[in-house]
């Protein structure tokens, strides 16, 4: 999981620091947001202090009204130890109270022109990309006709030499060796490459090539969602291989179950091909055509038709 800090959201999304600069280094351990409403009017038992405090009119409309006293009370209380920022939308005036205690505990207010439901829907989006659970595979990860493939296997089984092939035929490289992967939502994983060999493919007997200075910008992307594994492995004769479709074979990455399919390599097989039909198929599969059903559908029927006789 990545870091992030208030000064990261500051600068991101072009914040304005009020006051509790000594705060700025706080860091933010979750992607909720918290409206302090109940807050406001008193009530603090189930304070989530650890989120990102984000004030708009409905809330400083309600805090107007208390008596002074009260007001810096509960702003006392907002500003907890564990609070990473407290942000006014709307661009409002900051009440004193509130820029009285942050100051007194380092708790920096950050002001956005924003209307508060939008700016809480780009923070969160932001904060979800972040502090998305991430883990990193060894493979290359492929755009093939907008499906998301990522090719696994032993090194020296061919990986990169088949992206460069795809490459070749109007595919789009994503990453290559290594391929870092963030959960942004459930069964989403999103993929992209370390940025030391971004846009970089090596290819044995030649070397580190750049895809985007041989092919253009076309040809590569920075991240793109995984849909689907493909697992390359040297032919085993002994080995009983799926020949009608019709088995599922999952691996799971982070805590998303996806589809993946284990081709063999041998001399002749044309691996690109193999995996633009697999990527097809895949959407096809999604589409609620599967040519494997179908087919054990037929058979099914000739069967019958036969036991009938």
């Known amino acids: 999981m990545d870091q992030v800090c208030t000064k990261d959201i500051m600068e991101v999304l072009n914040l304005k620091l009020i006051s509790g600069e000594e705060g700025i280094g706080r860091h933010i351990l979750t992607s909720d947001i918290s409206r302090p409403g109940l807050e406001m009017a008193g009530y603090f038992t189930h304070y989530p202090a650890k989120r990102v405090q984000l004030l708009g009119?409905?809330?400083?409309?309600?805090?107007?009204?208390?008596?002074?006293?009260?007001?810096?009370d509960r702003m006392n209380k907002l500003c907890?130890?564990?609070?990473?920022?407290?942000?006014?939308?709307?661009?409002?005036?900051?009440?004193?109270a509130l820029v009285i205690a942050s100051e007194e505990h380092h708790?920096?207010?950050?002001?956005?022109?924003?209307?508060t439901t939008r700016f809480s829907s780009m923070l969160?989006?932001?904060?979800?990309?972040r502090l998305a659970p991430t883990t990193a595979v060894h493979g290359v990860l492929v755009d093939i006709y907008g499906i998301g493939v990522l090719i696994t296997g032993k090194?020296?089984?061919?990986?990169?030499?088949?992206?460069?092939?795809?490459?070749?035929?109007?595919?789009?490289?994503?990453?290559?060796?290594c391929v870092e992967i963030r959960q942004e939502g459930e069964n989403t994983l999103v993929g992209n490459a370390p940025p030391l060999i971004a846009h970089l493919l090596?290819?044995?007997?030649?070397?580190?090539?750049?895809?985007?200075?041989l092919f253009g910008a076309s040809a590569v992307r920075k991240h793109k969602r995984i849909?689907?594994?493909?697992?390359?492995?040297?032919?085993?004769?002994?080995?009983?291989?799926?020949?009608?479709?019709?088995?599922?074979?999952?691996?799971?990455?982070i805590d998303t179950e996806l589809p993946k399919l284990t081709v063999p390599v041998r001399p002749g097989r044309n691996l690109s091909v193999i995996i633009e039909v697999a990527a097809m198929n895949h959407r096809l599969k999604n589409l609620g055509i599967n040519a494997a059903e179908e087919f054990s559908r037929r058979l099914d029927s000739v069967i019958e038709a036969n036991d009938e006789v």
């Open 202 to 213: 090596e290819i044995r007997g030649i070397g580190i090539i750049d895809i985007m200075t």
């Open 124 to 129: 969160t989006n932001y904060l979800e990309s």
């Open 80 to 96: 907890s130890q564990d609070t990473p920022a407290i942000i006014i939308s709307h661009d409002m005036e900051v009440p004193e």
């Open 155 to 177: 090194s020296g089984v061919g990986k990169s030499e088949t992206a460069l092939e795809l490459v070749k035929k109007g595919h789009r490289l994503v990453a290559d060796d």
């Open 107 to 115: 708790v920096p207010v950050l002001s956005t022109k924003l209307p």
């Open 57 to 72: 009119k409905t809330e400083l409309s309600f805090f107007d009204m208390l008596s002074r006293e009260v007001q810096f």
């Open 227 to 253: 849909s689907l594994v493909i697992d390359l492995e040297t032919w085993d004769s002994d080995k009983t291989y799926d020949r009608l479709g019709l088995e599922t074979e999952t691996m799971k990455i």
